[in-house]
C-alpha cells in the first residue's frame, strides 16, 4: 500500500509557463515533506522541503504547498525552464525523534519542459 | 567535497550469482540507507543504519538479501542468489545524524540479472 502517491506519471509543459507536481499521502504521522529531482543516470538530488508545521515555503522558482487536512501537497515552478524537465519524486517522513530515517517515496512524476 | 560514492555503477550478472554492492557515504554522515528503483514499485527503502548499527530492515525484499556496515565509511548489500527479478538501480544514501530528514544520494548501481 502506497503511502505516499503521486497519481500523474508523466506532465508537459510549455516552457516559461508554471509547473505544478502533486503528491498526496495517507500516514497522518508523517510530519516532513521533500522533493527530489531526478535526471537520467543520476541519483535524486534534494530540491526543497517543508515541515507540518508550515503551508508555505518557497525557494528562487521553486515553491511547496502543504494542505495536511487534504494530506496534499504540490510543487509549483515558476517559471518552468527547459532543465526542469526530469524525475520529481515527493518523499514524505515521520521523525521519531532523532536520527534521520529513512524517507517514504512516491513513484516520481516524469517532468518534460516544451520549448 | 565528495558525494556519497557507489561501485560499480553497472552490473551484468547471471541468475543465481552473488552480487556485492558497495557504499561509501559522506564523510561526517551518520545514517545510511540502501534504497532499489524500479519502474513498478518506485522508490523502496530496504535498510537503514544509525551508527553502523542497522535501525530496519523492514524493506529487505527476502533472505537473499543482506547488508552490512563495518565502519562508518563503507556498507555493502549483498544479493546472493540473485534472480532477473532482482534487476533495478540500487542507490545508496547518507545524512548527517539529527540534521533532520534531507539524505544524500549517490549515483547509483544499476544491476540486470540475465
Known amino acids: 500500500d502506497q503511502q505516499v502517491k503521486q497519481n500523474s506519471p508523466s506532465l508537459s509543459v510549455q516552457e516559461g509557463r508554471i509547473s505544478i507536481l502533486n503528491c498526496d499521502y495517507t500516514n497522518s504521522m508523517f510530519d516532513y515533506f521533500l522533493w527530489y529531482k531526478k535526471y537520467p543516470a543520476e541519483g535524486p538530488t534534494f530540491l526543497i522541503s517543508?515541515?507540518?508545521?508550515?503551508d508555505k515555503n518557497e525557494d528562487g522558482r521553486f515553491t511547496v504547498f502543504l494542505n495536511k487536512s487534504a494530506k496534499h501537497l504540490s510543487l509549483h515552478i515558476v517559471p518552468s525552464q527547459p532543465g526542469d524537465s526530469a524525475v520529481y519524486f515527493c518523499a514524505a517522513s515521520a521523525n521519531r525523534g532523532g536520527g534521520a530515517d529513512g524517507l517514504t517515496f512516491g513513484k516520481g512524476t516524469h517532468l518534460i519542459i516544451q520549448p | 567535497d565528495a558525494g556519497v560514492i557507489q561501485s560499480p555503477r553497472h552490473e551484468v550478472t547471471e541468475m543465481g550469482q552473488e552480487v556485492t554492492l558497495r557504499c561509501k557515504p559522506i564523510s561526517g554522515h551518520n545514517s545510511l540507507f540502501w534504497y532499489r528503483q524500479t519502474m513498478m514499485r518506485g522508490l523502496e527503502l530496504l535498510i537503514y543504519?544509525?551508527?553502523?548499527?542497522?535501525?530496519?530492515d523492514s524493506g529487505m525484499p527476502e533472505d537473499r538479501f543482506s547488508a552490512k556496515m563495518p565502519n562508518a565509511s563503507f556498507s555493502t548489500l549483498k544479493i546472493q542468489p540473485s534472480e532477473p527479478r532482482d534487476s533495478a538501480v540500487y542507490f545508496c544514501a547518507s545524512s548527517p545524524h539529527r540534521s533532520g530528514n534531507t539524505i544524500y544520494f549517490g549515483e547509483g548501481s544499476w544491476l540486470t540479472v540475465v
Open positions: 517543508i515541515s507540518s508545521i508550515k
Open positions: 543504519f544509525n551508527n553502523n548499527v542497522p535501525i530496519d
